[in-house]
């Protein structure tokens, strides 16, 4: 099993999955009524977690997106789970008024915190996670009702991290 044998590789894989999954806004919204606009609502989708030594396992998620009035603010409940993991992660982001998107991510299992940091590169997003002790960079694109996210962490033994999710 891919994380029985590390706390820190699950916190930073949570808090990198997290952070993907909450800015995966579409760069269209952003003009009418905020950067999150588009994501309110259930999401649900699979991936894959590669491993340095070769090794891959599948992931399930569930997103519930909660999305302020303005389309400015997120609130957000994330659930994955593997044959041998599972976690809980919430979060909070906002877009400032330069275009950045900030925000804070608690993984409530391992009691982890950590923050986010993206900006939008045309149809592109791009992210660094940050969490105790680790880091990772993100990419994402939102096309319609589907998110594909890829996540490169640091320092981790995990090689990468692919989610396609689709709104439910």
């Not at 997003?125 to 009702?145: H, K, Q, V, W, Y």
Request: aromatic letters at 6%; proline letters at 4%; charged letters at 20%.
């Amino acid at each position: 099993m891919l994380f029985r044998s590390s706390a820190l590789n699950a916190s930073a894989f949570a808090g990198a999955l997290l952070a993907a999954l909450i800015v995966a806004a579409p760069a269209s919204s952003f003009a009418q009524t905020g950067p999150f606009a588009n994501l309110e609502g259930a999401w649900a989708g699979s991936g894959t977690i590669l491993t340095n030594d070769g090794r891959s396992e599948r992931i399930r998620c569930r997103a519930e997106y909660f999305v302020s009035p303005s389309g400015s603010n997120l609130d957000q409940q994330l659930r994955c789970a593997s044959p041998g993991y599972r976690f809980d992660v919430n979060s909070g982001l906002v877009r400032q008024p330069n275009g950045e998107i900030l925000g804070r991510w608690t993984e409530t299992n391992r009691n982890a915190t950590g923050s986010v940091s993206a900006r939008e590169r045309g149809d592109v997003i791009e992210a660094l996670i940050t969490g105790p002790s680790f880091t990772a960079n993100m990419t994402l694109a939102t096309r319609g009702d589907g998110q594909t996210v890829e996540i490169v962490p640091n320092g981790s033994e995990i090689r990468s991290v692919s989610v396609e999710l689709h709104r439910e």
